[in-house]
Every structure is written in structure tokens, then in C-alpha cells.
């Protein structure tokens, strides 16, 4: 989604502005801009990339120690030079860039249209913008004064930066709904919608709060006030992250990097948590509600996309060994449903972003409700992460990719265990067997290691099928959400259509889209419904389909019914898509190379939603 950065110091801003735009690539966008201030307020925009605003602005003056700059991710109109941030307000005397949805952006259109605003965008922002000036005027007041009063009109989300073309010596930033961070230099500030764009700068940071104003002043300290005028004082926090984990390191894509990163990512999961020797799991973040969690009658998790498909295996997990019903909800539907939810229902929101719009309105409506709020979360202070009432971080890593893959395992790890400290808590497990799967837990990284050590195989199925027009994914019990994961890889970055099935589906439906043109991907790992499975695959080759077999190595039964076979580690069932999980997320990757997409930046996605 839409990025922000902005800087405020001794140093020439641009080069800063553009470098952070850089960074928050990876959100997904669709034009860029910078506003930079000088001896005049000038603003550059256009549709397109950032090396396209930078091909635009080659002529022109740059100078000036000032400045906001912006990724767009279109919502109120479409991706175009015009529509494009900063806005100007209609003096051009304030320029403003926002993330987030004004909701009630037409009234408020309405009534500065019949006060004489003409609009040049169709964007909800340029009538915050307009708003912003008109109150100033109107009500003489300051620019931030204007600010607050404008925000406490305004329906929605945003995250803000107001530049004044008669003061370059402060610029003013807001949030509610859509995070923004204030890194703190030494004599400088790095404004930005997330962390990328700052830790190369400075370590300390303020998270703003929701219905927080700042005012950013070269003279004086940064002052925060809430939009409904109390003063706060600045939380300065420092920044654990690694600007290596920002870089490449000489994989071609972000998203080949996260996949090899998993074998660390999982193990970066348990540290501290899973104490094989011993023969205990402790999670530190859970530890005051884990009697909470023994108490209730069930579980609720809600999250979307890759993130839902997790808490999908966590079902299984909580079902199968800790004996606790589990419902699996999309977040944008249980948010509108009118859900039953109890005081002793315990809700697990998962989220890599942790800025997810709909798991975060999920959250609030459970709340409300009285439930109590767990959180799996990513990015370490977002917005998820502060609104539940515990969690726990997956400890994956930035993930810049912006399809899920070291976050996906990093979750499942996270839910097995606690799984399986509820399980040891509530007594639905034995002491042989839970010390069993703690040590095979542990043995996990190094599989996923092994299943990561040659591509070839993959490589070749990538080269025979990437011109296909759809693909077809079976898997059933833990391996249903890999199906489900897998085909969600491959459509997001390849574009190529894929469904995922519960294998025994098929022939409800399914099964009429098989012929020889069509590739079906079959879980069919050792355990669980195995011999079912192998049934499936029986079913498409009768009907000429073309089978990619993921299996338990050794098995040399599929090899004479597949046409392509693909061996990953034994496990124990439940840990089974921690690693099949991989292959399927590698063919992903290649097939969309091979096509020559966008693998890291897929068109239209954006890394985190943070609209409805
Ligand atoms: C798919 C993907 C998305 C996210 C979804 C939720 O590769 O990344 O489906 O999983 O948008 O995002 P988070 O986990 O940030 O809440």
C-alpha cells in the first residue's frame, strides 16, 4: 500500500526521499511523488515507479533540507500523474501526503466546492488537503492547529505529512489507522509509514498512536499532542532491525531470499521457546493468559490471505492435539457477520504486517465483545501487535517480498507452539509424546534446509508448465492449507489462474476442469489420508491430467502414476507443512521468473492492506 517518507534536517532531502521511496517498493504502488522545499514549495509526481520520478525530475532544481515524498496505491482514483502525491492545496500554500481512506472525503468535497474549491484530482486526500487550508484561513489559526481541527472532521484512516511553503523549518505528521514512524537523528527526522526507510539513518524511533498529532520543528523537540488537544509525551523506542535483512544479499529477487531464509527464520521462531531438552515450550508474551486459553471453550482466529491459511494448520493443530474447537475466519467476513463471540472465547489474530485493515477491525469488534486477544504478528510494534491484549512475534524478519513465505512458515511454527503448550497445560497429550514432537519440532529447520537443497527438479516442472492458464492444488488434512497456499503463490505472482482443494473435493466439481492441458499439484505425504490421496491422483490420471506429487522421500509408489515427483523429509504428520509448504512456494517463484512477472512486486498487490 501507499508509503511514506519525509525528512527534516541539515542534509539535501531529496537524495534521503528517494532512497526511502526505494525501501518502501516493496509496499506495492503504482506512481510516485516529492515535494521539496527550497526558496518555493515545488511538487513532482508522476504514474509509474520510482525510477520514473526520477527520470522526471533529472532537470530540475532538487535542492532544499525539506521535503515529503510518496508511493501511491490507487483507491479514490485511478493510478495517474494527477491523482498522484503530495496535493497541493488550492493556494499551493500546504502540500500534504497521505495512506489510509478519508470516508466521508464527498460531503466534505461537497461543502468546499460551494466555498469556491476546485478540485484537480479525484483523490480523498486533495479535499483533506483543501480542508486543511480552509480551516486555516477561516479560522486563522496554525497549520497545526488546522491540522487537528481538520482530523476531528475526518471519518477514516490516514497517516499524514503537512509541508508549509512559508515554513521550512517544521513539517506535521498524524496517524490513525495507518502507522507512522519518527526516527530521531541527531539534528535531524526521518518520517516514514514504516521503519525501512529510517534504519539506516537512526535507531531511535517514536511510533505514533492512533489520533496523534505531531509537530516536527528544526528548534525545538518533537511535541505530540491527540487531535482532541491533550498533550503526550514522545515514546522513544529503538529499532532491532538489521539493515542487512533489507537487502538482497545476492539472490536475484527478496522473495528467493525469504524462501532460503526459512531453515533460520522457523529456527529464529523457537529461540528461547522450545526447549527440546527439557521438554518444555514457553512463550514469554502469552505467559499471563495461557490460563485463559486452558479456560476457554474455544478458539476464534481471524486474519486474511496467507496469514488465514496459517491459522488454518492451527486449527488442525489445536483440534488434533490440545482438544479445543477452532473456527478459522476470514477477518474482512467476521468483521461484518454479526459473529456470536463469548467472554471466555480466546481470538488469535495473525498478521505479517500487523497493519492489516480488516484483522484489525476484527479485533476491535472481539474486543468489544469482551473476548480476550492474542496476537501473532511480524512486524514488531504495528498496529495489530499494540491493539491485542498479548502476543507473541514471529521473529521472521522483515519480509519485503510481497508474497508470504518466511512469514507463512514463521506462523505455523509460532501456532504449533501453542499448540502444543496448551496441549501440555490441559493434559490432552502424554509426556512421551510431547517430548517426541518437541525433538522432531526441533529437527524442522534443518529439513526445510533439505528440502531446500536442490532446485532442479523444480526447475524443470516450472519449464514445462509456465504457459499454462490454470493449475489445480489437492492436499487434504494439514496438507489442505498448504493446497490452498500453494495455488495462492502461484496466481498472486505468476497470474496464472490456481485453485487450492481438499483433495476429496475433487469430485464434487473440480474434476470436470481436468483434461490433459491441466497440471494438478497433490500433497500426498506418508501419514494421515495418504492412500486416499494416491486415490486422487488415480482419478486425475484417468482422466489424462497432468500430476506433480508432492512426497514422503522413499515413496516409490507415486513415481509410477505421477508425471512429476517431488520428495520432501518424514515428519510427523502435523509438521508436514512446515516443509512441503517449500517446493510449492519455489515452482511459485520460478514459473513467475520464467514469465518474466514482477516476483517481488506483483501488479496490483500491495505488501500491507491497510484499506478495507
Ligand atoms: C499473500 C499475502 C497476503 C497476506 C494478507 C494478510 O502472499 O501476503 O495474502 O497474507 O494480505 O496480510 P498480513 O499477514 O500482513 O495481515
Known sequence: MCGIVAYLGPKEAYPILINGLRRLEYRGYDSAGVALLND?????KTKGKVADLENFVKEVDLRGTIGIAHTRWATHGEPNDVNAHPHFSQSKEIALIHNGIIENY???????????????????????TNLIEDIRKNENV????????????VIGAYAIVVIDAKDPNSLIAARKGSPLVIGIGNDDYYIASDATPIIEYTRNVVYLDDEEIALISRSSDLKIKTIR????????????????????????????????????????????????DIGSVSLGGIIDYEQKLVNAKRIIIVACGTSWHAGLVGEYLFEDIARIPVEVEYASEFRYRNPVIYESDVVIAISQSGETADTLAAIDLAKQKGATILGICNVVGSSIARATHAGSYTHAGPEIGVASTKAFTAQVTLLTLMALRLAQLKGTIT??????????????PDKVAKTLQSSKKVIEIAEKYKDVRNFLYLGRGYNFPVALEGALKLKEISYIHAEGYPAAEMKHGPIALIDEEMPVVVIATNKGTYDKVVSNIQEVKARKGQVIAIVTEGNVAVYGMADYVIEIPETEEMFVPLLATVPLQKLAYYIAVMRGCNVDQPRNLAKSVTVE
Open 40 to 44: 518555493s514549495l515545488e511538487v513532482y
Open 106 to 128: 464527498a460531503p466534505l468535497r461537497s461543502e468546499l466546492e460551494t466555498r469556491g474549491y476546485v478540485f484537480e484530482s479525484s483523490t480523498d486526500t486533495e479535499v483533506l
Open 142 to 153: 496554525s497549520l497545526f492547529e488546522a491540522v487537528r481541527i481538520a482530523l476531528n472532521q
Open 229 to 276: 488537544n491533550k498533550e503526550k509525551t514522545p515514546y522513544v523506542q529503538e529499532l532491532e532491525m538489521n539493515l542487512s535483512a533489507l537487502e538482497k544479499g545476492g539472490f536475484e529477487h527478496f522473495m528467493l531470499k525469504e524462501i532460503f531464509e526459512q531453515p533460520q527464520s522457523i529456527r529464529d521462531s523457537m529461540r528461547g521457546r522450545l526447549h527440546a
Open 431 to 444: 509426556k512421551t509424546r510431547f517430548v517426541h514432537l518437541l525433538n522432531e519440532l526441533e529437527r524442522i
